[in-house]
């Protein structure tokens, strides 16, 4: 085992988990993904180059299980429920509304195709650059672009679809 | 040129044009509304995203994922996650702190340290330290503060832990460096009536500040464990098979929380 391999993993497991809550919608789901990647990065840390961005291979690792086990399932995954981040019932009105609010969001995400997703969180979310989110998904940089342009006007179409959100969402973030 | 499509308006906000790209959306923003209302939308759409995840960056790295990590066997990871269910359910109850008296906790760890004396076992080894002669310290650091009562120091170059051969070779030093934090230096102290080490380990990271790890032996029994907080620093309690532990620190809760699961699994190996 690489010591350094398992200090950089430490230090990108937020991101990852992050990524991984993103593309299966499930807190359980995400870190079977990322431990299921972690264990595979430590097997093949040859095959990490030097001079390039662990957290790109380690994101590119996350993607391919996934997409590995999406086609293994060959079903579109049920409603799932966000176990990391449910409602609290008893919150007072104006935080549980953000925190619905928050959960549209993740739910709109959910409803997009999953390179989509992939963009999304790559870009978005996490800051990547196209240049480095296309070499995550190993597709060009001009299809990470179309794919980003489609999941935002998508995103932004489901978005408004839900009434109030606006003010809901930015509740949520001045929390 | 044409009206931005909504690809190059997002590469815009975004900010992966070109400089002459960029000028020409921005001729377009300022002089078409619709255009500027459209951006807006697409920027508030990208920030709720961001808000609907910024959430899991907070959370407590579970165990079995810092074992992943390090690359533990089955065994162990099965072992960590039966703590770690132990210490979700802790974590998954109520505000399980608030009510606790902090300042007392606080008051209550910090009087279980004596004065720490020439020679101490260290947890899991047989050997003793000897402590360098006359190495006292004084400083004003916070970790100063909340014992006040070290009096030895283990000599160490600083930044240097491979010098650490003043400690029995077999005692493990934790690795917090994924936390961005560095070994500087261990004391001596007396917890409980039972001899101590304390680890300090800082970072550059103004906003984190100092973090000391103390390990003692302990014959109580094992205690899930148990958050506090006084005068700005937070600190984690918590005995394991025979070894008491502290974590104490400025950082916010949640950092401190990850380490302590990262601490957790690497004395378990300790």
Same mark, same amino acid.
């Given at each position: 085992m690489s010591v350094s391999v398992s200090d950089q993993l430490i230090a990108v497991l937020p991101r990852m988990r992050r990524f991984a809550r993103g593309l299966t919608g499930s807190a359980v789901e995400a870190d079977d993904l990322v431990q299921a990647?972690?264990?595979r990065a430590l097997s093949r840390a040859h095959q990490f180059q030097e001079g390039t961005r662990f957290d790109s291979w380690m994101f590119r690792i996350v993607q391919t299980i996934w997409i590995d086990q999406l086609r293994a399932r060959d079903t579109r995954r049920e409603e799932a429920e966000d176990e990391g981040m449910h409602v609290g019932t008893d919150e007072p009105g104006r935080r549980a509304e953000a925190r619905l609010a928050l959960q549209e969001v993740r739910n709109a995400l959910r409803?997009?195709?999953?390179?989509q997703r992939v963009a999304l969180l790559l870009v978005t979310v996490d800051g990547l650059s196209y240049k480095e989110a296309a070499e995550v998904a190993e597709v060009p940089v001009g299809t990470i672009m179309s794919r980003l342009a489609r999941a935002r006007v998508a995103l932004q179409a489901k978005l408004d679809a839900g009434s109030g959100l606006r003010r809901r969402t930015q509740d949520a973030e001045a929390e | 040129m044409l009206k931005p499509s909504d690809d190059r308006l997002i590469a815009y906000l975004d900010g992966e044009l070109d400089e002459s790209e960029r000028a020409a959306?921005?001729?377009?923003l300022e002089h078409d509304g619709e255009l500027r209302e459209r951006a807006a939308l697409l920027g508030e759409s990208a920030a709720a995203l961001r808000a609907a995840f910024d959430e899991v960056l907070r959370e407590p790295l579970p165990e079995r994922l810092i074992a992943a990590a390090r690359g533990a066997g089955a065994a162990v990871v099965e072992l960590s996650a039966a703590r770690s269910r132990r210490? @979700?359910?802790?974590?998954? *109850?109520p505000r399980w702190w608030v009510g606790i008296a902090a300042a007392a906790s606080f008051a209550a760890f910090a009087i279980g340290f004596g004065l720490g004396g020439?020679?101490?076992?260290?947890?899991?080894?047989p050997e003793t330290a000897r402590v360098a002669p006359g190495a006292e310290l004084v400083s004003d650091t916070f970790p100063d503060n909340l014992a006040g009562y070290y009096k030895r120091y283990v000599t160490v170059n600083p930044g240097d832990a491979t010098s650490f051969d003043k400690l029995p070779q077999n005692f493990?030093?934790? @690795?917090?460096?994924?936390? *961005?934090l560095d070994f500087q230096g261990a004391r001596f102290l007396m917890v409980e009536g039972q001899p101590a080490t304390a680890l300090v380990y800082t970072t550059s990271n103004q906003a984190l500040g100092p973090v000391i790890v103390v390990v003692a032996n302990s014959g109580k029994p094992d205690e899930t464990v148990r958050f506090a907080r006084s005068s700005d620093i937070n600190v984690l309690r918590w005995r394991h098979?025979?070894?008491?532990?502290?974590?104490?620190?400025t950082a916010n809760a949640n950092y401190l929380w990850n380490i302590h699961n990262d601490l957790a699994y690497q004395f378990d190996g300790i």
């Open positions: 990647a972690c264990e409803e997009l195709p999953p390179e | 959306i921005a001729h377009w210490w @979700n359910r802790v974590l998954g *109850g020439g020679e101490v076992t260290l947890p899991g080894a493990h030093l934790p @690795n917090l460096k994924p936390w *961005g098979h025979g070894h008491a532990y502290a974590l104490a620190g």
